[in-house]
């Protein structure tokens, strides 16, 4: 899915989605809960895309077990759709190509650090609720990757998610990323999986953007 925006000129910056969990369940794009963190990014001058992803949206299949050889195979087609998603951003007249950022949610906020290391042409990184895990195979641990990263990334952790606490989740994959340290940061929101206060967290997110983008013309 491609959202291009109404009120900025091309070539347009463009943000690349990765969902959370909740992808893996339902068959459209946009949920209610989804959009407060989706919209904005148009509605801002940026192209939003959305990839479909294997296992996710319309292309629905049971999810595998997080140990399992399946899911190791799953987080391959993952990276495989998200690299094969910037070829084709590159061939558009319409997309500044060298002016792409990741935007991944939970499950996209975890695994980016495998994402952002193998798929080198993103200009910046913003992570909402992401975290780091350890009991998965080695083939997808996220943070036998991060050193690998070099791309400016923004984390934004909730102040009390149960899911992935800023301590001892969100902060140190953070410190592990191999992205020179003024180019990294963790914004702490207020509330927990999800920001309670979206207009401070888009101000963030918009900043960083205009930081490693550009502003939007």
């Given at each position: 899915?491609?959202?291009?925006?109404?009120?900025?000129q091309?070539?347009y910056q463009?943000?690349?989605?990765?969902?959370g969990t909740?992808?893996?369940m339902?068959?459209?794009?946009g949920?209610?809960?989804e959009?407060s963190?989706?919209?904005f990014?148009?509605r801002s001058?940026?192209?939003l895309?959305?990839?479909?992803?294997?296992?996710?949206?319309?292309?629905?299949a049971?999810?595998?077990?997080?140990?399992s050889r399946?899911k190791?195979?799953l987080?391959?087609?993952?990276?495989?759709?998200?690299?094969?998603?910037?070829?084709y951003l590159?061939?558009?007249?319409?997309?500044?190509?060298?002016?792409?950022?990741?935007?991944?949610?939970?499950?996209?906020?975890?695994?980016?650090?495998?994402?952002t290391?193998?798929?080198q042409?993103?200009?910046a990184?913003v992570?909402?609720?992401?975290?780091?895990?350890?009991?998965v195979?080695?083939?997808?641990?996220?943070v036998?990757?991060?050193?690998?990263?070099?791309?400016?990334?923004?984390?934004?952790?909730?102040?009390?998610?149960?899911q992935a606490?800023?301590e001892?989740?969100q902060r140190?994959i953070?410190e592990?990323?191999g992205t020179?340290?003024?180019?990294?940061?963790?914004f702490?929101?207020?509330?927990?999986?999800?920001?309670?206060?979206?207009?401070?967290?888009?101000r963030?997110?918009?900043?960083?953007?205009?930081?490693?983008?550009?502003?939007?013309?």
């Amino acid at each position: 899915h491609l959202y291009l925006p109404n009120d900025s000129q091309p070539p347009y910056q463009a943000v690349l989605f990765f969902p959370g969990t909740g992808a893996v369940m339902r068959s459209e794009v946009g949920s209610a809960g989804e959009s407060s963190w989706l919209y904005f990014i148009p509605r801002s001058g940026r192209a939003l895309i959305i990839p479909m992803y294997s296992g996710m949206y319309a292309r629905r299949a049971p999810y595998p077990d997080w140990q399992s050889r399946a899911k190791v195979q799953l987080v391959i087609r993952w990276a495989q759709d998200l690299m094969r998603t910037v070829d084709y951003l590159e061939t558009r007249e319409d997309i500044d190509a060298d002016k792409i950022a990741y935007y991944g949610f939970s499950l996209g906020g975890t695994y980016a650090p495998v994402f952002t290391a193998v798929e080198q042409r993103f200009a910046a990184s913003v992570l909402i609720s992401g975290g780091t895990i350890f009991r998965v195979p080695e083939e997808h641990r996220p943070v036998n990757f991060a050193p690998y990263v070099t791309v400016p990334t923004l984390m934004i952790g909730g102040k009390n998610d149960p899911q992935a606490p800023v301590e001892p989740y969100q902060r140190p994959i953070l410190e592990l990323l191999g992205t020179p340290p003024e180019d990294k940061r963790l914004f702490v929101f207020e509330g927990a999986h999800a920001p309670t206060d979206w207009n401070a967290t888009v101000r963030e997110i918009h900043a960083w953007l205009d930081h490693y983008l550009g502003p939007v013309q």
